[in-house]
């Protein structure tokens, strides 16, 4: 069993910058692929960037590859996705997933937290 938890979103203007983080209860954190996604009311639940567990190796959605981050921090059971130059269509909430597989699909994800708002006004 994982407990994942996110934080960080937020209401920022467009061109702005958030980072939010997802806090693991998990000791052996380290193992774990981590991936962040997003939903809008009404749309499928995307799949936004992964980070794996052993290397570290990074992937992104074309829609955010230059513009987020994601990272992870081992002692600290914490992955983080930082994000700039935010748009309108960067609003959602955003969900981080934990696996053992780093994948960009939601099916290799077997924890999830509650979600966080993310809302970037023009």
């Known amino acids: 069993q994982v407990q994942l938890v996110e934080s960080g979103g937020g209401l920022v203007q467009a061109g702005g910058s958030l980072r939010l983080s997802c806090a693991a209860s998990?000791?052996?954190?380290?193992?774990?692929?981590m991936g962040w996604f997003r939903q809008v009311p009404g749309k499928e639940r995307e799949f936004v960037a992964r980070?794996?567990?052993?290397?570290?190796?990074?992937s992104y959605a074309d829609s955010v590859k230059g513009r987020f981050t994601i990272s992870r921090d081992n002692a600290k059971n914490t992955v983080y996705l930082q994000m700039n130059s935010l748009q309108p269509e960067d609003t959602a909430v955003y969900y981080c997933?934990?696996?053992?597989?780093?994948?960009?699909?939601?099916?290799?994800?077997?924890?999830w937290g509650q979600g966080t708002q993310v809302t970037v006004s023009s």
């Open positions: 997933a934990s696996g053992r597989i780093g994948s960009t699909y939601r099916s290799a994800y077997d924890y």
């Open positions: 998990r000791r052996t954190f380290s193992t774990l692929a």
């Open positions: 980070i794996g567990a052993s290397d570290s190796s990074t």
